[in-house]
């Protein structure tokens, strides 16, 4: 039941905290603040030569973000696709490693002719999904599962957020089984997994400053979601979510391909949301937002305490988040793209939990 809620999409991203700490916790050991990802994954990504992450729309930008994790945590190498494309081009396999399979639903008819076509070529399929007894769940090697709860909501949101946070357990989980992972660091990346749920809470205390900052963008015809390294797919995921539930056109790209094409989109008051919390290359990210001012572009800043303070008045709005470390941070970030998405929807009076043309499951291709 909605209870207090207006919509299911509004209850699910405050469910948030909650949800992400039924998926976590069965993967971490209180005792010895170790991960504990399950021996199978461990083998599998011990000897990988490299992965595959496979999805399809919001899961496959939880696969993205992975990516970076599995690279710079695990130094392993990560090739992600969207199923469909996936399926149909006979890609080579890794030999010795994984194809992992990221769904809620367990069901995306894409997703799972994808792990099919792993099976028959013995590459190991671990699936991470939200629906333990899903077709996906049922034909893979291992399953890894986020336990979000049921998501009624069409568009995804704490869904997203649990696929997050067990990617980023077995991306510090194959860390460990590849040798890449001190103990000091393992202890410094639990407590940072631990904190997640405290944090989300104090991300979702934007909450009434970003409904304001909705009000401003429900005339807008399109809008830019720009973010580099881990927060590119979040502005990928930021741009879905606010054309899936207020219909307005949303692109999102890498800050740094914005000369090679977009900014030719820029005029005068187009809302660019910029999804950049502080880190090596927030400099980079506030060069760009610099490009964008210069042509009459209105920057929607969402960063931390430092981020803003350096960005000062480049940028038009800010959305705050917590401070958190590279693991936490990326997951904190989807707050507000869920929460921008949804006041614009509810602004525009869409109908935010059964948008048109939508469906909860895709069991067809
Ligand atoms: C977006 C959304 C979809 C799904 C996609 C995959 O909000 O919900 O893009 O993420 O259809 O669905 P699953 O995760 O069930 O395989």
């Known amino acids: ?199 989300v809470s104090e991300a979702l205390e934007a909450e009434a400053d970003i409904k304001a900052i909705a009000q401003s963008l429900v005339k807008a015809r399109d809008v830019l979601f720009l973010g580099r390294g881990r927060y590119f797919p979040l502005a990928l995921e930021g741009a879905l979510k606010l054309k899936e539930v207020s219909y307005i056109h949303a692109e999102g790209y890498a800050a740094g391909e914005l000369k090679h094409g977009p900014i030719a989109l820029i005029e005068q008051d187009l809302p660019i949301v910029v999804v950049a919390p502080y880190d090596a290359l927030f400099e980079k990210t506030l060069s760009n937002v610099e490009e964008v001012r210069a042509r009459g572009g209105r920057i929607i800043l969402v960063s931390d305490d430092r981020g803003i303070k350096l960005a000062g008045n480049r940028a038009d709005h800010v959305i705050r988040l917590p401070d958190a470390d590279e693991i936490a941070m990326p997951i904190l970030a989807a707050i507000p793209m869920q929460l921008l998405a949804y006041f614009v929807a509810v602004a525009k009076g869409t109908d935010v939990d059964q948008p048109r043309n939508l469906a909860k499951s895709v069991t067809v291709e």
């Open 1 to 199: 039941e909605r209870g207090e809620y207006d919509h299911f999409m509004l209850k699910e991203i405050h469910e948030q905290p909650e949800s992400l700490a039924r998926s976590i916790l069965p993967y971490i050991d209180q005792a010895t603040q170790t991960i504990q990802a399950g021996e199978t994954a461990d083998q599998i990504f011990g000897d990988a030569d490299r992965a595959v992450a496979i999805a399809c729309g919001t899961a496959y930008y939880a696969a993205q973000t992975a990516k970076y994790w599995f690279e710079q945590i695990a130094r392993l190498a990560m090739e992600t696709d969207i199923a469909s494309e996936f399926r149909y081009r006979k890609p080579v396999l890794p030999v010795t490693g994984p194809a992992l399979f990221v769904s809620q639903s367990g069901e995306t008819a894409d997703t799972l002719a994808a792990l099919r076509y792993c099976r028959e070529n013995k590459a190991p399929a671990i699936a991470v999904v939200n629906v333990p007894e899903s077709s996906i769940a049922r034909e893979a090697k291992a399953i890894v599962p986020t336990h979000a709860g049921p998501e009624i909501g069409v568009a995804s949101t704490k869904a997203f957020t649990a696929q997050l946070a067990v990617l980023a357990v077995l991306a510090l989980s194959a860390a460990k089984a590849r040798g890449h992972l001190k103990a000091g660091d393992e202890a410094r990346y639990v407590k940072s997994l631990l904190s997640l749920p405290r944090k």
